[in-house]
């Protein structure tokens, strides 16, 4: 394979008998057989091919082989949110009586999902805290059978040592997954540090625009097949339209990111020790406190910084109710900025207890730093900093 900006511009799953150079949509249900025995050998897996746009089709095809050389991965499956990944890369993996040990700081639904659904069918969870890594053997249950973890986490962005969650998974016969939605490939690849399963939300950066839905699950082979028998029975399937619009702007993330990571770091580097801000959180600024680990395991910090804003949920709420550009939106990875007060939104499932154990306070904002010039960004926020006083 090549580098990694012309894998995902020249990767093409196929190419129909008109010759096109751009990927044509394939809106069709199914795919015609030449003989019923050709329909046999397929249904037989003797002979591969597309049968049915519940299993597999040229759009989604594309989209995973894309993400696959970005991630480095052997195989995958593409659905239809980044729910449904999350959910099918358990659900699939692990049976009644298993336990995972995830790292506390989670999307909001993946918590949903570990805390109040597998627990309906005896699959039970336990947080580990970022803090406290050494302690983490003791977590370990004799039916651990998977380490869940998120990083850079959302809202929080706590980092997570890769190279150590690998070996610790490693150590104890765990499937390591790695919901590597706020890094994308472009800045981090789980599967070099030993991840099992690479988990996304496409529809946040590798989307990029806001616009479609999307999620995919890759892995080695084995497990893949897996997870592909469980999406295949259960029909988490993403549309084939989706799969184009994303598979279209894999072709554009590696210069996308250097976008938004150039822009995020100097947003942050500009409100950094702003009167008005408690703490700005970003990856790359050396005053995030995991900056070195941070600095090791990403190319660039990301394109999401959180400021916690002095004045709590009163100062929080004026604040992004005076911004005039950025968007006030629950997506984040798109070309437009967006703010989100995750207390109240995102997170607000959360008891109070456990956001304060996952850093998301009241007067915490997530900014998505999109695309536009960053110096209408900065005169945005500062603007709206200081007609929220
Ligand atoms: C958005 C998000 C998800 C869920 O993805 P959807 O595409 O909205 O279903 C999962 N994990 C993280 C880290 C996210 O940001």
């Given amino acids: 394979m090549s580098r990694f900006e012309t894998d ?12 096109e150079h751009s990927s044509p949509i394939y809106l069709t249900s199914s795919f015609t057989f030449d003989s019923a025995e050709e329909a046999r050998q397929m249904f037989a897996e003797e002979i591969e091919g ?5 299993y597999s089709n040229p759009n989604s095809s594309d989209l995973i082989q894309k993400v696959c050389a970005a ?26 009586g298993d336990h995972i040990l995830a790292s ?8 949903q999902l570990l805390t109040r659904i597998f627990p309906k069918w005896g699959i039970t ?55 590597n939605c706020f890094a994308t490939p472009y800045l981090q690849q789980p599967a070099k540090w030993g991840a099992h399963i690479v988990t996304h939300s496409a529809t946040k950066y590798i989307d990029g625009q806001g616009r479609v839905l999307g999620g995919l699950i890759l892995g080695k082979k084995e497990l893949i097949k897996e997870v592909e028998f469980f999406t295949r029975q259960t029909g988490p399937s993403i549309s ?13 993330l590696a ?23 408690d703490f700005v959180k970003y990856p790359f600024l050396p005053s995030h406190p995991q900056y070195e680990l941070a600095k090791k395991q990403m190319k660039q910090g990301g394109g ?86």
Avoid at 8 to 16: D, H, P, Q
Wanted: with cysteine.
């Fill in 255 to 277: 210069v996308r990111m250097d976008r938004h990571c150039e822009n995020a770091l100097k947003v942050a580097s500009y409100f950094e020790g702003n009167t008005e801000i």
């Fill in 104 to 111: 506390r700081s989670l999307f909001g639904s993946t918590h």
């Fill in 304 to 389: 999401i910084i959180t400021m916690t804003l002095k004045g709590g949920l009163a100062r929080s709420q004026k604040f992004i109710d005076s911004l005039e550009m950025v968007s006030i939106t629950p997506n984040l990875g798109d070309s437009r900025s967006i703010i989100t007060h995750p207390a109240s939104t995102t997170h607000s499932k959360l008891s109070v207890e456990e956001r304060a154990k996952v850093g998301i306070s009241d007067g915490l904002v997530r900014l998505s730093v999109g695309l536009e010039h960053y110096e209408d960004i900065i005169q945005d926020v500062e603007r709206a900093l200081e007609k929220s006083k």
């Fill in 50 to 54: 597309n049968i049915y746009s519940r």
């Fill in 125 to 179: 969870s336990t947080y580990g805290d970022i803090s406290d890594f050494q302690h983490w053997d003791k977590l370990i249950q004799p039916n651990t059978k998977m380490l869940f973890i998120e990083t850079p986490s959302n809202p929080g962005l706590e980092i997570i040592d890769l190279e150590w969650a690998g070996k610790f998974a490693a150590a104890h016969n765990l499937i390591l997954v790695v919901d």
């Fill in 71 to 96: 991630e480095g991965t052997e195989s995958g499956i593409a659905t239809s949110s980044g729910m449904a990944a999350m959910f099918g890369s358990i659900a699939s993996l692990l049976q009644q």
């Fill in 8 to 19: 995902a511009i020249r990767i093409n799953a196929s190419k129909s008998i008109q010759r």
């Fill in 240 to 252: 084939p339209f989706n799969a184009w619009i994303l598979s279209k702007s894999m072709e554009t």
